[in-house]
């Protein structure tokens, strides 16, 4: 059974930072691109970023590169999201996920989610 649980969400203020964390159990994860997406109530998800469980290539959304780093700790099958100079519209619930395809289509390709960590920027 697989289970993604997400942690490290909270409130921070413009310009600060968050690091995101996620324990996976369950996935084998050479199958997979993990990530992070996001959603707001009414919107569309939007993925954030992936990493190929090798660690070699990352991928970004253009709204958060240059800010947010994804990273994995393969010993402890965990899973990060450094997120620096936070901004109000980066408020949003926060999911780490598996998919199945790397790269800018990796927020359609999902096989499971975790249940998510709120993240509030106020400014």
């Known amino acids: 059974q697989v289970q993604m649980v997400e942690s490290g969400g909270g409130l921070v203020q413009a310009g600060e930072s968050l690091r995101l964390s996620c324990t996976v159990s369950g996935l084998n994860f050479d199958d997979y691109a993990m990530g992070w997406f996001r959603q707001t109530p009414g919107k569309k998800r939007e993925g954030v970023g992936c990493?190929?469980?090798?660690?070699?290539?990352?991928y970004y959304a253009d709204s958060v590169k240059g800010r947010f780093t994804i990273s994995r700790d393969s010993a402890k099958s965990t899973l990060y999201l450094q997120m620096n100079n936070l901004r109000p519209e980066d408020t949003a619930m926060y999911y780490c996920?598996?998919?199945?395809?790397?790269?800018?289509?990796?927020?359609?390709?999902?096989?499971?989610w975790g249940q998510g960590t709120q993240v509030t920027v106020s400014s």
């Open positions: 990493i190929k469980w090798s660690g070699v290539s990352t």
């Open positions: 996920a598996a998919g199945l395809v790397y790269g800018r289509s990796w927020a359609e390709s999902l096989d499971a």
